[in-house]
Protein backbone atom coordinates (compact mmCIF):
# COMPACT_ATOMS: atom_id res chain seq x y z
CA UNK A 1 0.00 0.00 0.00
CA UNK A 2 0.99 3.51 -0.63
CA UNK A 3 1.90 5.59 2.36
CA UNK A 4 -0.39 8.05 1.60
CA UNK A 5 -3.53 5.50 1.38
CA UNK A 6 -2.03 3.78 4.76
CA UNK A 7 -2.04 7.07 6.59
CA UNK A 8 -5.66 7.67 5.82
CA UNK A 9 -6.64 4.50 6.91
CA UNK A 10 -8.83 5.00 10.21
CA UNK A 11 -7.31 1.75 12.35
CA UNK A 12 -3.87 0.73 12.05
CA UNK A 13 -2.93 -2.56 12.65
CA UNK A 14 0.70 -3.70 13.75
CA UNK A 15 1.71 -4.03 10.53
CA UNK A 16 0.98 -0.78 9.10
CA UNK A 17 2.98 0.28 12.82
CA UNK A 18 6.01 -1.50 11.76
CA UNK A 19 6.21 0.20 8.08
CA UNK A 20 5.54 3.87 9.43
CA UNK A 21 8.14 3.30 12.00
CA UNK A 22 10.41 2.23 9.39
CA UNK A 23 10.01 4.52 7.29
CA UNK A 24 13.51 5.91 6.36
CA UNK A 25 13.50 8.33 3.63
CA UNK A 26 13.20 11.94 4.33
CA UNK A 27 10.14 13.13 2.25
CA UNK A 28 8.17 10.29 3.87
CA UNK A 29 9.23 11.17 7.17
CA UNK A 30 7.85 14.72 6.71
CA UNK A 31 4.74 13.17 5.42
CA UNK A 32 4.16 11.58 8.51
CA UNK A 33 5.24 14.22 10.65
CA UNK A 34 2.76 16.35 9.14
CA UNK A 35 0.00 13.75 9.17
CA UNK A 36 0.79 13.29 13.48
CA UNK A 37 0.50 17.35 13.23
CA UNK A 38 -2.85 17.55 11.70
CA UNK A 39 -4.29 14.55 13.49
CA UNK A 40 -3.07 16.63 16.81
CA UNK A 41 -4.71 19.46 15.80
CA UNK A 42 -7.87 17.84 15.09
CA UNK A 43 -8.51 16.25 18.29
CA UNK A 44 -6.63 18.03 20.91
CA UNK A 45 -5.79 21.46 19.06
CA UNK A 46 -2.41 23.07 19.19
CA UNK A 47 -1.90 24.75 22.44
CA UNK A 48 1.13 23.46 25.13
CA UNK A 49 -0.04 22.02 28.14
CA UNK A 50 2.25 22.46 31.00
CA UNK A 51 3.27 20.25 33.88
CA UNK A 52 5.83 21.63 36.41
CA UNK A 53 7.87 18.77 37.24
CA UNK A 54 8.94 17.92 40.84
CA UNK A 55 11.36 15.64 41.57
CA UNK A 56 10.73 16.01 45.78
CA UNK A 57 12.73 13.01 46.38
CA UNK A 58 15.26 10.95 44.75
CA UNK A 59 15.61 7.56 47.39
CA UNK A 60 14.10 4.54 45.64
CA UNK A 61 14.08 1.06 46.82
CA UNK A 62 14.48 -0.23 43.53
CA UNK A 63 17.43 -1.07 41.46
CA UNK A 64 15.97 -0.89 37.37
CA UNK A 65 19.61 -1.76 35.41
CA UNK A 66 19.15 1.45 33.20
CA UNK A 67 18.61 4.33 36.14
CA UNK A 68 20.98 6.64 37.86
CA UNK A 69 19.27 7.19 40.59
CA UNK A 70 18.54 3.09 41.26
CA UNK A 71 19.59 2.42 44.86
CA UNK A 72 22.49 0.65 44.19
CA UNK A 73 23.99 3.94 43.36
CA UNK A 74 25.66 4.89 46.34
CA UNK A 75 27.87 7.85 44.76
CA UNK A 76 24.66 10.13 44.47
CA UNK A 77 23.44 12.16 48.00
CA UNK A 78 20.36 11.30 48.70
CA UNK A 79 17.21 14.15 49.08
CA UNK A 80 13.69 14.37 50.18
CA UNK A 81 12.05 17.74 50.12
CA UNK A 82 10.10 18.93 53.13
CA UNK A 83 6.08 19.31 52.77
CA UNK A 84 6.95 23.03 53.12
CA UNK A 85 9.17 23.38 50.40
CA UNK A 86 6.60 21.25 47.70
CA UNK A 87 3.56 22.96 48.48
CA UNK A 88 5.13 26.22 47.93
CA UNK A 89 6.70 25.40 44.60
CA UNK A 90 3.12 24.05 43.80
CA UNK A 91 1.63 27.39 44.76
CA UNK A 92 4.21 29.02 42.35
CA UNK A 93 2.79 26.59 39.55
CA UNK A 94 -0.55 28.30 40.01
CA UNK A 95 0.49 31.49 40.34
CA UNK A 96 3.08 31.19 37.06
CA UNK A 97 -0.13 29.64 34.88
CA UNK A 98 1.50 26.16 34.95
CA UNK A 99 -2.16 24.45 35.83
CA UNK A 100 -1.06 21.42 36.40
CA UNK A 101 1.91 19.95 38.58
CA UNK A 102 4.14 16.54 38.54
CA UNK A 103 4.91 14.89 41.92
CA UNK A 104 7.97 12.17 40.97
CA UNK A 105 10.20 10.29 43.41
CA UNK A 106 12.31 7.20 43.45
CA UNK A 107 9.82 4.34 44.30
CA UNK A 108 9.00 3.60 48.42
CA UNK A 109 6.25 1.69 49.62
CA UNK A 110 6.51 2.04 53.11
CA UNK A 111 3.83 3.97 55.55
CA UNK A 112 5.61 6.86 55.94
CA UNK A 113 6.07 7.23 51.88
CA UNK A 114 2.43 6.72 51.64
CA UNK A 115 1.22 9.32 54.60
CA UNK A 116 3.40 11.46 53.13
CA UNK A 117 2.19 11.46 49.75
CA UNK A 118 -1.04 11.33 50.35
CA UNK A 119 -0.70 14.43 53.23
CA UNK A 120 1.29 17.03 50.30
CA UNK A 121 -1.08 16.27 47.91
CA UNK A 122 -4.35 16.92 50.39
CA UNK A 123 -2.12 20.45 51.18
CA UNK A 124 -1.57 21.14 47.25
CA UNK A 125 -5.12 21.27 46.76
CA UNK A 126 -5.69 23.04 49.79
CA UNK A 127 -3.42 25.63 49.73
CA UNK A 128 -4.39 26.07 45.85
CA UNK A 129 -7.48 26.22 46.22
CA UNK A 130 -7.71 28.48 49.10
CA UNK A 131 -6.16 31.28 46.84
CA UNK A 132 -8.62 31.10 44.30
CA UNK A 133 -11.56 31.55 47.49
CA UNK A 134 -9.41 34.62 49.44
CA UNK A 135 -9.18 36.32 46.18
CA UNK A 136 -13.03 35.96 45.34
CA UNK A 137 -13.97 37.19 49.35
CA UNK A 138 -11.48 40.20 48.20
CA UNK A 139 -14.02 41.22 45.25
CA UNK A 140 -11.23 43.31 43.42
CA UNK A 141 -12.19 43.16 39.88
CA UNK A 142 -8.75 42.48 39.05
CA UNK A 143 -9.02 38.16 37.53
CA UNK A 144 -5.83 36.67 39.63
CA UNK A 145 -3.64 33.73 37.74
CA UNK A 146 -4.94 31.24 40.95
CA UNK A 147 -8.69 32.26 40.04
CA UNK A 148 -8.51 30.92 36.76
CA UNK A 149 -8.08 27.21 38.61
CA UNK A 150 -11.19 26.57 40.59
CA UNK A 151 -10.17 23.16 41.62
CA UNK A 152 -6.70 23.95 42.66
CA UNK A 153 -3.72 23.10 40.80
CA UNK A 154 -3.82 19.73 38.93
CA UNK A 155 -1.88 16.82 40.46
CA UNK A 156 -0.12 13.98 38.80
CA UNK A 157 1.57 11.89 40.83
CA UNK A 158 4.41 9.26 39.31
CA UNK A 159 6.30 7.23 42.55
CA UNK A 160 5.98 4.23 40.86
CA UNK A 161 4.34 0.79 42.10
CA UNK A 162 1.93 1.11 44.81
CA UNK A 163 -1.03 -0.92 46.07
CA UNK A 164 -4.90 -0.32 45.95
CA UNK A 165 -5.13 1.37 48.50
CA UNK A 166 -2.34 3.53 48.32
CA UNK A 167 -3.42 4.35 44.97
CA UNK A 168 -6.65 5.08 46.49
CA UNK A 169 -5.80 7.63 49.19
CA UNK A 170 -3.94 9.23 46.45
CA UNK A 171 -6.88 9.73 44.51
CA UNK A 172 -9.00 10.98 47.66
CA UNK A 173 -6.71 13.30 48.45
CA UNK A 174 -6.99 15.41 45.43
CA UNK A 175 -4.11 13.52 42.50
CA UNK A 176 -6.51 12.86 39.55
CA UNK A 177 -3.56 11.71 37.24
CA UNK A 178 -0.58 9.30 37.63
CA UNK A 179 2.19 8.46 35.11
CA UNK A 180 3.36 4.72 35.21
CA UNK A 181 5.60 4.25 32.31
CA UNK A 182 5.90 0.37 31.61
CA UNK A 183 9.38 0.76 29.74
CA UNK A 184 8.64 -2.01 27.13
CA UNK A 185 6.33 -4.66 26.86
CA UNK A 186 8.63 -7.30 25.28
CA UNK A 187 8.74 -9.81 28.00
CA UNK A 188 12.17 -10.36 28.16
CA UNK A 189 13.45 -6.96 27.66
CA UNK A 190 11.69 -6.28 30.77
CA UNK A 191 13.51 -9.06 32.91
CA UNK A 192 16.85 -7.73 31.33
CA UNK A 193 16.45 -4.87 32.39
CA UNK A 194 14.95 -5.00 35.89
CA UNK A 195 15.67 -7.13 39.15
CA UNK A 196 13.43 -10.27 39.51
CA UNK A 197 11.36 -8.66 41.81
CA UNK A 198 9.72 -6.29 39.63
CA UNK A 199 7.70 -7.76 36.73
CA UNK A 200 5.75 -6.70 33.69
CA UNK A 201 2.41 -8.32 35.28
CA UNK A 202 2.98 -6.01 38.16
CA UNK A 203 3.13 -2.78 36.25
CA UNK A 204 0.11 -4.16 34.10
CA UNK A 205 -1.56 -4.74 36.97
CA UNK A 206 -1.42 -0.87 38.60
CA UNK A 207 -2.42 0.25 35.38
CA UNK A 208 -5.78 -1.39 35.12
CA UNK A 209 -6.12 -1.08 39.15
CA UNK A 210 -5.36 3.10 38.50
CA UNK A 211 -7.83 2.98 35.82
CA UNK A 212 -10.27 1.26 38.12
CA UNK A 213 -9.83 4.36 40.55
CA UNK A 214 -10.35 6.88 38.36
CA UNK A 215 -7.47 8.20 37.27
CA UNK A 216 -6.17 9.93 33.70
CA UNK A 217 -3.61 7.07 33.49
CA UNK A 218 -0.05 7.72 31.73
CA UNK A 219 2.42 5.47 30.68
CA UNK A 220 5.22 5.34 28.12
CA UNK A 221 8.09 3.52 27.39
CA UNK A 222 12.07 4.15 26.48
CA UNK A 223 13.70 3.80 22.81
CA UNK A 224 16.81 2.64 21.97
CA UNK A 225 16.52 0.08 24.61
CA UNK A 226 19.64 -2.54 23.90
CA UNK A 227 17.70 -5.55 21.76
CA UNK A 228 14.50 -3.64 21.38
CA UNK A 229 13.49 -3.80 17.72
CA UNK A 230 10.73 -2.06 15.64
CA UNK A 231 8.07 -4.61 16.24
CA UNK A 232 8.56 -4.51 20.48
CA UNK A 233 8.08 -0.59 19.84
CA UNK A 234 4.90 -1.70 17.36
CA UNK A 235 3.60 -3.96 20.23
CA UNK A 236 4.18 -0.74 22.46
CA UNK A 237 2.15 1.30 21.04
CA UNK A 238 -0.80 -1.60 20.63
CA UNK A 239 -0.53 -1.89 24.05
CA UNK A 240 -1.56 1.70 24.50
CA UNK A 241 -4.55 1.74 22.73
CA UNK A 242 -5.45 -1.66 24.28
CA UNK A 243 -5.11 -0.43 27.79
CA UNK A 244 -6.85 3.07 27.19
CA UNK A 245 -3.59 4.93 28.25
CA UNK A 246 -4.48 8.51 28.02
CA UNK A 247 -1.29 9.77 27.98
CA UNK A 248 2.10 8.80 26.98
CA UNK A 249 5.53 9.66 27.48
CA UNK A 250 8.38 8.23 25.60
CA UNK A 251 11.97 8.95 25.40
CA UNK A 252 15.34 7.98 24.00
CA UNK A 253 17.15 5.79 26.39
CA UNK A 254 20.77 7.16 27.60
CA UNK A 255 23.35 5.52 29.39
CA UNK A 256 24.21 6.31 32.61
CA UNK A 257 27.42 5.98 33.63
CA UNK A 258 26.86 4.53 37.56
CA UNK A 259 24.59 1.91 36.29
CA UNK A 260 25.27 -2.32 35.29
CA UNK A 261 23.79 -1.19 31.61
CA UNK A 262 26.31 1.64 31.16
CA UNK A 263 28.43 -0.57 28.28
CA UNK A 264 25.04 -0.55 26.12
CA UNK A 265 23.98 1.99 24.08
CA UNK A 266 27.22 4.10 24.33
CA UNK A 267 26.19 7.48 22.68
CA UNK A 268 28.35 7.63 19.60
CA UNK A 269 27.27 9.73 16.61
CA UNK A 270 25.04 7.27 14.68
CA UNK A 271 23.48 5.79 17.30
CA UNK A 272 22.14 8.95 19.15
CA UNK A 273 21.03 10.59 15.45
CA UNK A 274 19.18 7.35 15.03
CA UNK A 275 17.68 6.79 18.37
CA UNK A 276 16.72 10.39 18.20
CA UNK A 277 14.43 10.38 15.07
CA UNK A 278 13.10 6.81 15.82
CA UNK A 279 11.91 8.56 19.07
CA UNK A 280 10.54 11.70 16.88
CA UNK A 281 8.64 8.92 14.71
CA UNK A 282 7.27 7.21 18.08
CA UNK A 283 5.74 10.31 18.77
CA UNK A 284 4.06 10.84 15.22
CA UNK A 285 3.03 7.08 15.01
CA UNK A 286 1.49 7.36 18.38
CA UNK A 287 -0.08 10.10 17.75
CA UNK A 288 -1.66 9.15 14.27
CA UNK A 289 -2.45 5.52 15.79
CA UNK A 290 -4.15 6.90 19.61
CA UNK A 291 -5.56 10.28 18.38
CA UNK A 292 -7.44 12.16 21.09
CA UNK A 293 -4.20 11.28 24.03
CA UNK A 294 -2.00 13.72 25.63
CA UNK A 295 1.27 13.07 24.70
CA UNK A 296 4.36 14.79 26.24
CA UNK A 297 7.98 15.61 24.49
CA UNK A 298 10.03 14.31 27.24
CA UNK A 299 13.26 16.07 28.39
CA UNK A 300 15.58 12.92 27.17
CA UNK A 301 14.93 14.49 23.75
CA UNK A 302 16.77 17.70 24.54
CA UNK A 303 19.41 15.41 26.53
CA UNK A 304 20.37 14.22 23.11
CA UNK A 305 19.51 17.91 20.95
CA UNK A 306 18.73 21.22 22.21
CA UNK A 307 15.65 21.34 20.22
CA UNK A 308 14.81 17.87 20.86
CA UNK A 309 11.56 19.19 23.31
CA UNK A 310 10.35 21.21 19.88
CA UNK A 311 11.32 18.29 17.81
CA UNK A 312 8.68 16.64 19.83
CA UNK A 313 6.36 19.08 19.66
CA UNK A 314 6.36 19.12 15.92
CA UNK A 315 5.94 15.37 15.61
CA UNK A 316 2.21 15.59 17.35
CA UNK A 317 3.49 16.27 21.25
CA UNK A 318 1.54 18.44 23.50
CA UNK A 319 2.11 18.49 26.51
CA UNK A 320 5.69 19.75 28.13
CA UNK A 321 7.41 19.18 31.43
CA UNK A 322 9.23 22.44 32.69
CA UNK A 323 11.38 21.49 36.25
CA UNK A 324 10.21 22.86 38.69
CA UNK A 325 13.05 20.82 41.13
CA UNK A 326 15.15 23.43 43.39
CA UNK A 327 18.39 23.59 41.20
CA UNK A 328 20.59 22.88 44.52
CA UNK A 329 19.09 18.92 44.19
CA UNK A 330 18.62 18.47 40.46
CA UNK A 331 22.07 16.92 39.97
CA UNK A 332 21.13 14.07 42.35
CA UNK A 333 17.89 13.32 40.05
CA UNK A 334 20.22 12.21 37.47
CA UNK A 335 18.38 9.71 35.63
CA UNK A 336 20.63 9.32 32.54
CA UNK A 337 24.27 11.21 31.92
CA UNK A 338 23.40 14.66 30.30
CA UNK A 339 19.79 15.42 31.66
CA UNK A 340 19.71 18.96 30.85
CA UNK A 341 18.30 21.92 32.51
CA UNK A 342 20.81 21.08 35.86
CA UNK A 343 22.59 24.37 36.54
CA UNK A 344 19.02 26.39 35.78
CA UNK A 345 16.71 27.34 38.34
CA UNK A 346 12.79 27.03 38.16
CA UNK A 347 12.47 30.89 36.17
CA UNK A 348 14.69 30.52 33.51
CA UNK A 349 13.44 26.87 32.81
CA UNK A 350 10.38 29.08 32.53
CA UNK A 351 11.58 31.39 30.06
CA UNK A 352 13.70 29.28 28.36
CA UNK A 353 10.67 26.70 27.23
CA UNK A 354 8.10 30.01 26.79
CA UNK A 355 11.27 31.10 24.37
CA UNK A 356 11.46 27.77 22.46
CA UNK A 357 7.68 27.48 22.10
CA UNK A 358 7.11 30.78 20.53
CA UNK A 359 9.79 29.74 18.01
CA UNK A 360 7.26 27.35 16.56
CA UNK A 361 4.57 29.06 16.62
CA UNK A 362 2.52 27.04 19.17
CA UNK A 363 1.05 28.83 22.33
CA UNK A 364 0.36 27.62 26.03
CA UNK A 365 -2.06 26.92 27.80
CA UNK A 366 -1.73 29.00 31.01
CA UNK A 367 -4.31 28.52 33.92
CA UNK A 368 -5.37 25.21 32.13
CA UNK A 369 -5.91 21.86 33.54
CA UNK A 370 -5.26 20.53 29.63
CA UNK A 371 -7.07 16.97 30.41
CA UNK A 372 -6.50 14.70 28.07
CA UNK A 373 -9.38 15.01 25.46
CA UNK A 374 -8.90 10.45 25.28
CA UNK A 375 -9.98 10.43 29.44
CA UNK A 376 -12.96 12.55 28.46
CA UNK A 377 -14.42 10.72 25.59
CA UNK A 378 -13.70 7.65 27.41
CA UNK A 379 -15.35 8.23 30.47
CA UNK A 380 -18.44 10.06 28.94
CA UNK A 381 -19.36 6.79 26.90
N1 LIG B 1 17.38 6.75 29.95
C1 LIG B 1 16.17 7.23 29.60
N2 LIG B 1 15.12 7.23 30.44
C2 LIG B 1 15.28 6.77 31.68
N3 LIG B 1 14.44 6.63 32.72
C3 LIG B 1 15.10 6.10 33.76
N4 LIG B 1 16.38 5.88 33.42
C4 LIG B 1 16.52 6.28 32.13
C5 LIG B 1 17.60 6.28 31.20
N5 LIG B 1 18.81 5.80 31.53
C6 LIG B 1 13.01 6.93 32.61
C7 LIG B 1 12.17 5.70 32.90
C8 LIG B 1 11.33 6.09 34.10
C9 LIG B 1 11.32 7.59 34.01
C10 LIG B 1 11.01 8.31 35.27
O1 LIG B 1 12.62 7.90 33.56
O2 LIG B 1 11.33 5.44 31.78
O3 LIG B 1 10.03 5.55 34.09
Known sequence: MQLKKLLEKKNLSKNDIIRLLSVKNKQEIEMIRKKAYFVMK?????????????????????NCYYCGIRKGNKEIMRYSLEKEEITNIAAW???????????????????????FVEDVTKKIKEKTKEK?????????????KSDRLPNGLGVTLSVGEQDYAAYRRFFEAG???????????????????HPKNQTLKNRKKCLRILKKIGYQI????????????????????????????DMIGMGPYITHRQTPMKRYGQET???????????????????????????????????????????????GANVIMPLVTPKRVRKEYMLYDGKPCID?????????????????????????WGDPKHFLNRTKK
Do not use: W
Open 93 to 115: CADNGYGSIVLQSGERRDSKFVD
Open 344 to 368: EDTDECKLCLLGRIKTIGRSVGFDE
Open 42 to 62: QHCGEKVYYRGLLEFSNLCAN
Open 269 to 315: KNRKEDVFNLSLMMIAVTRIALKDVNIATTTALQALYPDGREKGLQY
Open 218 to 245: GSGVMIGLPGQTIEDLADDIMFFKKYDI
Open 132 to 144: TKEKTKEKTKEKT
Open 175 to 193: AHRYLLRIETTNPELFKKT
